[in-house]
């Protein structure tokens, strides 16, 4: 009877610290940073690692004040770095519910703030895990968000462009 006892209560701790873990809760302020991914996973491929030995990577930049930057960044040929701009625009993360870019808000766990400093999503078909940059410095973040900046040229400058380089 004793070790039916101590099983019970054994087991009791080890659920009740589960539940701990599942219910501790990162403020969603901490979303706010720069951000790189550490690895990407398409359903039913192998897992990306993204990086220094890949040579490639995201980046996601969250403002204080709801802006949002994505680009692509690369190690080419020749050992220069490669910024292709994704999108820029404004995102939105309130009691965990995010959206970016003016879509619909995805569910709850498709986006989830895992501590401080890192994050899981998931998109369409694709698994990821992202890092918080917490050292990466404010002049190097800059640069990349405003690249996204202009990746969205001015009609005028779109019209310029089909007539003098595609017709």
Same mark, same amino acid.
């Given at each position: 009877?004793?070790?039916?006892?101590?099983?019970?209560? /054994? /087991?009791?701790?080890?659920?009740?610290?589960?539940?701990? /873990?599942? *219910? *501790?809760?990162?403020?969603?302020?901490?979303?706010?940073?720069?951000?790189?991914?550490?690895?990407?996973?398409?359903?039913?491929?192998?897992?990306?690692?993204?990086?220094?030995?890949? +040579? !490639?990577?995201?980046?996601? !930049?969250?403002?204080?004040?709801?802006?949002?930057?994505?680009?692509?960044?690369?190690?080419? +040929?020749?050992?220069?770095?490669?910024?292709?701009?994704?999108? !820029?625009? +404004?995102?939105?993360?309130?009691?965990?519910?995010?959206?970016?870019?003016?879509?619909?808000?995805?569910?709850? *766990?498709?986006?989830?703030?895992?501590?401080?400093?890192?994050?899981?999503?998931?998109?369409?078909?694709?698994?990821?895990?992202?890092?918080?940059?917490? *050292?990466?410095?404010?002049?190097?973040?800059? !640069?990349?968000?405003?690249?996204?900046?202009?990746?969205?040229?001015?009609?005028?400058?779109?019209?310029?462009?089909?007539?003098?380089?595609?017709?």
């Amino acid at each position: 009877m004793r070790r039916v006892k101590l099983f019970l209560m /054994a /087991a009791t701790m080890v659920w009740a610290v589960q539940l701990n /873990a599942q *219910t *501790t809760r990162v403020d969603d302020k901490e979303l706010i940073g720069a951000w790189t991914l550490e690895w990407m996973q398409f359903d039913g491929e192998k897992k990306i690692v993204c990086g220094k030995d890949s +040579k !490639y990577t995201q980046f996601k !930049y969250y403002g204080p004040d709801g802006e949002y930057a994505c680009a692509e960044i690369a190690l080419n +040929k020749e050992g220069k770095c490669v910024v292709m701009p994704h999108e !820029y625009g +404004k995102y939105t993360f309130k009691d965990g519910v995010y959206s970016e870019m003016g879509r619909p808000a995805v569910k709850p *766990t498709d986006m989830v703030l895992v501590d401080k400093t890192h994050f899981k999503g998931r998109w369409m078909n694709r698994t990821d895990s992202w890092k918080k940059q917490t *050292t990466m410095p404010d002049k190097l973040v800059k !640069y990349i968000v405003n690249c996204c900046k202009v990746k969205d040229m001015p009609a005028d400058i779109q019209q310029l462009m089909k007539q003098f380089m595609f017709e």
